[in-house]
């Protein structure tokens, strides 16, 4: 293997200068710089050749004595729906719920274990107030009724001939990134952290559409209540210029019908809204000139402030990101490269730009996965030579409306350590010179 | 329910003229028309209309009378892994296997019963040669040789820190579509004919790196053997072009590690070239001078012309669509206002227009959903008030290098009923005055 000291330091040229303090590198270097791995980069420490060391130093046959393994005998037969692979049973969704009403409480999307933008629909967050229901279609209608011309009840059958829209969009439980107030960092991964948070294509028919049927007299209609067919009868109220804007019926997720858990036989889409108010198992949509102060927006989902007032009706989740990999739970294999990955969002739209650093202090932007959709998660990459020593990494996203996150410090000046609603303060990982991974506060 | 006749005139007016023969309207009327629903869709036949019409005259009680079902008990606790509704388990895949190998067939994707553009993972299409291989991520290796510099055996691990890229990209069989050239149409559904073709957001390394850093010398290298590790050892030629291009190695399928059905734990990933030489379950890489001519491309997957000679390495999947509902297996309940929507694609790049014709004549341009993406599939949907009377549904699609979809008649004339490969001749639906949708050529 050659170690060569020149070709280490060709390699480094190649990548062209750092973008910001400790390691972090332009991505367009490693992608189009080709030539620079041409015989150097065993220098470089690229993944392959750190692993390659390491087994040599373990006493392990090199891998290039490995045998091919292909195999022997034929593999499975065909199914009507696949599952993941055998050896991805750690890829699931953690869960807590209340132990006197199992169905309450809310399960989380590993992110720390995947990768693109889309969640699948199996791991999609879940945060339900009574269990999942079992809602044959059939018997299932919608009834839009209150302040309309003619009151109108749909059935499944009915509303599968209405034209329908597809968007990617994430839902994001009000309470995501909690625990952010207390006094110590919390050591946990990144999907305990921001798992109440998935991304899904979304096709449905567009709320305007049977609104318009129903008559909504906009005059007199400034609020519609949505009502979900569970036990707990989740109900919110949405402001009617939201319902008869990008509201939809959402009636399949990722391609298929909507999944039991996140509303079968449909649910209530509000982009960039908190997550509560996307009712799912939407059965009742009512046109009324008062929010109705239901349970769910008077007892929860409203937002305590320091002076002990609570604000009531902030639907629209802020910018946010965090880092997704390298993260609490991974451990570095040795210096050389890394690829440091995360997801950002806002629901006042698209995100514009997102800032990560190694060293707390300088900055350099990550590249964005094209296509940059509105209130939809948003993957960013960047390439990071990490040298063995201290670093910590953080990222700052910022949206087209020009929100920016604040500080953890920031945040809960304004809000209050009591405020479990829609923190979006930067959050950072740490790793040291063991290249052990920890949560720390910045 | 108001029948006057005088407000389904106004409701005509609303939605604006027909744009093209025998009820094809123009979305964006319905979508920003919503005055012309106000009072006067009782008339105009909407789906609710024509249902609740339905319901009467066959003595049910009506809607309206129908007690909201609200779940009395509680639900479903939570779950790591979450599945479709059990209403929805004929949301499947068909099936065809060799009895005397279990393992070799093809399974498909049913479009017909989906909507959107993303294909979910447990319904993407399969074909294997000889079933599905468990592999264990920490036993398989990728080696890459030939004419490099230094050859190279990738862990999982090591891959793991490489740079990612996310992209959405069909992956189609060549078989797909197959069966046109029978004497007469058969009658089957949408995702029997059409159903070899998937979509899926696709996370994984751009193999310009990987081959960059084994070391690739571009004035002697030529082609690239892709070896599969299953027990038929699938293995093709691709272009050094191609792999220094815009392959990938996927990782990823829709968020999560790849499906053991698409590779598991890793694929071949060529973006528009045909499904076969996308190599699953990938373990060796080989950079040659020439084709390697492996028994998977002399014995299948060339493409028999009408003179007895085979065209060899045709790479590329054609400009594509077809109409996914209505389609063969929907019945129509009578009357009134419908969506039409399907699916177009090509290897070439993104669709730029997609034509839909209700009377085989004329021809409307249909909406596509945002973001059109390149080698991706397209939804189109257009919107249509069926008289009641005969109607044969077409679908014509064009890409951006303006290559558009033969008739069948001129497609089997330049290729001969025997060529089972790459078939993209327009395709029909027709509806008779019982509403019943079959399979008709054009």
């Given at each position: 293997m050659d170690s060569d000291k020149k070709a280490a330091q060709r390699f480094e040229q190649a990548l062209g200068e750092p973008v910001a303090g400790n390691g972090l590198?332009?991505?367009?270097?490693?992608?189009?710089?080709?030539?620079?791995?041409?015989?150097?980069?065993?220098?470089?420490?690229?993944?392959?050749?750190?692993?390659?060391?390491?087994?040599?130093q373990s006493g392990k046959p090199p891998l290039s004595a490995r045998t091919l393994m292909t195999q022997s005998t034929p593999g499975a037969p065909f199914s009507t729906y696949g599952t993941p692979s055998r050896y991805e049973v750690s890829t699931g969704r953690d869960f807590t719920f209340n132990a006197a009403a199992p169905g309450t409480g809310?399960?989380?999307?590993?992110?720390?274990?995947?990768d693109g933008t889309i969640t699948p629909s199996g791991?999609?967050?879940?945060?339900?107030?009574?269990?999942?229901?079992t809602i044959s279609p059939e018997d299932h209608t919608l009834l839009i009724h209150g302040m309309v011309k003619r009151p109108l009840t749909f059935t499944m059958d009915a509303l599968m001939r209405y034209p329908t829209e597809t968007h990617v969009r994430f839902v994001e439980c009000a309470g995501n990134n909690g625990g952010f107030g207390a006094a110590l960092p919390r050591q946990?991964?990144?999907?305990?952290?921001?798992?109440?948070?998935?991304?899904?294509?979304?096709?449905?028919?567009?709320?305007?559409?049977?609104?318009?049927?129903?008559?909504?007299?906009?005059?007199?209609a400034k609020w519609l209540l949505a009502e979900g067919a569970d036990a707990a009868s989740m109900s919110r109220s949405v402001p009617i210029e939201k319902a008869m804007g990008d509201a939809m019926i959402a009636l399949y997720q990722n391609g298929e019908r909507i999944r039991p858990e996140q509303g079968y036989p449909m649910r209530?889409?509000?982009?960039?809204?908190?997550?509560?108010?996307?009712?799912?198992?939407?059965?009742?949509?009512?046109?009324?000139?008062?929010?109705?102060?239901?349970?769910?927006?008077?007892?929860?989902y409203t937002e305590l402030l320091p002076g002990g007032k609570a604000a009531q009706f902030m639907f629209t989740q802020p910018v946010n990101s965090f880092i997704s990999r390298p993260s609490f739970g991974y451990d570095m294999q040795g210096p050389g490269l890394y690829q440091i990955t995360g997801l950002a969002w806002s629901g006042n739209g698209?995100?514009?730009?997102?800032?990560?650093?190694?060293?707390?202090?300088?900055?350099?932007?990550?590249a964005l996965t094209e296509p940059v959709l509105p209130m939809s998660l948003t993957r960013f990459r960047l390439?990071?030579?990490?040298?063995?020593?201290?670093?910590?990494?953080?990222?700052?996203?910022?949206?087209?409306?020009?929100?920016?996150?604040?500080?953890r410090t920031a945040w809960l000046k304004a809000y209050g350590a009591n405020q479990g609603y829609k923190f979006n303060g930067i959050t950072a990982w740490a790793t040291n010179e063991l290249g052990n991974v920890s949560h720390v506060y910045v």
């Open positions: 590198l332009h991505r367009r270097a490693f992608l189009h710089g080709g030539a620079a791995f041409t015989g150097l980069a065993a220098a470089a420490l690229t993944a392959n050749d750190a692993l390659a060391q390491a087994a040599a809310s399960s989380r999307t590993p992110h720390h274990l995947l791991l999609h967050f879940q945060r339900n107030h009574n269990g999942v229901p946990a991964n990144a999907g305990a952290m921001h798992g109440l948070l998935s991304c899904s294509e979304w096709t449905g028919i567009p709320l305007k559409i049977l609104l318009d049927e129903a008559g909504v007299d906009p005059t007199k209530l889409l509000l982009p960039g809204f908190e997550g509560n108010q996307n009712v799912k198992w939407l059965h009742r949509l009512k046109v009324s000139a008062t929010p109705t102060f239901t349970k769910d927006e008077t007892s929860k698209k995100i514009a730009k997102v800032e990560v650093s190694a060293d707390g202090k300088s900055w350099a932007q990550a390439w990071w030579k990490w040298d063995g020593g201290p670093a910590t990494l953080t990222s700052r996203a910022t949206d087209e409306k020009k929100n920016v996150q604040p500080t």
